[in-house]
Nanobody, 124 residues
Framework: QVQLVESGGGLVQAGGSLRLSCAAS????????MGWFRQAPGKEREFVAA????????SYGDSVKGRFTISRDNAKSTMYLQMNSLKPEDTAVYYC?????????????????WGQGTQVTVSS
């Protein structure tokens, strides 16, 4: 059983930056493809970014390309999401997730374990 714990959310002004962390335990971290998703009130959960187990291949949602960067430190069993140039529309609960499938995973249905989420609020 894999446990995921997000941290780093908070309140930031538009144009600011935040770095989210996702600490994993209970599994062999490097084997898992990982991803970040977000969900705003009244909206479906949205793909943000994904990364393969070795951290070589990455993918981003269109709304965050060029502003967000996903990375992972397998020695620390931790994944990160660096968020720059934040906009009010980035406001959401951000979730990290891990998948037992190999390769990059972009859909929520392909993830097996989820964190509890961390709130990001961007003020205008």
């Amino acid at each position: 059983q894999v446990q995921l714990v997000e941290s780093g959310g908070g309140l930031v002004q538009a144009g600011g930056s935040l770095r989210l962390s996702c600490a994993a335990s209970g599994g062999t971290f490097i084997r898992y493809a990982m991803g970040w998703f977000r969900q705003a009130p009244g909206k479906e959960r949205e793909f943000v970014a994904a990364i393969t187990g070795a951290g070589i291949i990455k993918s981003y949602g269109d709304s965050v390309k060029g502003r967000f960067t996903i990375s992972r430190d397998n020695a620390k069993s931790t994944m990160y999401l660096q968020m720059n140039s934040l906009k009010p529309e980035d406001t959401a609960v951000y979730y990290c997730a891990s998948s037992i499938l190999a390769g990059l995973q972009l859909a929520t249905r392909d993830y097996d374990y989820w964190g509890q989420g961390t709130q990001v609020t961007v003020s205008s």
